[in-house]
Nanobody, 116 residues
Framework: QVQLVESGGGLVQPGGSLRLSCAAS????????MNWYRQAPGKERELVAR????????NYADSVKGRFTISRDNAKNTVYLQMNTLKPEDTAVYYC?????????WGQGTQVTVSS
């Protein structure tokens, strides 16, 4: 079955960097777009970044443009989110996501906390 497993979260000071990873299995990874979402306490889950399948076109939320970079390694079935110049408002649980045969799949999430 489809599985998405995020890793790489943690506590970082403002201005710092983290790289999140999402390892995928159970489907032909290279054929599908992948997304990173985040959900902060008391807020709705929001789309942070998206990358298409083989072409690798990307889209970002305005709040992270110029600071975050989404990428994928189709040989490793992994999607990444490089997060630079982190701000306290980036604190959230980060999830990867894909849609496969009409169903939406989520990982378990990884906590990112930006605080001094």
């Amino acid at each position: 079955q489809v599985q998405l497993v995020e890793s790489g979260g943690g506590l970082v000071q403002p201005g710092g960097s983290l790289r999140l990873s999402c390892a995928a299995s159970g489907f032909t990874f290279s054929n599908y777009a992948m997304n990173w979402y985040r959900q902060a306490p008391g807020k709705e889950r929001e789309l942070v970044a998206r990358i298409t399948s083989i072409g690798g076109s990307t889209n970002y939320a305005d709040s992270v443009k110029g600071r975050f970079t989404i990428s994928r390694d189709n040989a490793k079935n992994t999607v990444y989110l490089q997060m630079n110049t982190l701000k306290p408002e980036d604190t959230a649980v980060y999830y990867c996501n894909t849609r496969w045969y009409g169903a939406i799949y989520w990982g378990q999430g990884t906590q990112v906390t930006v605080s001094s």
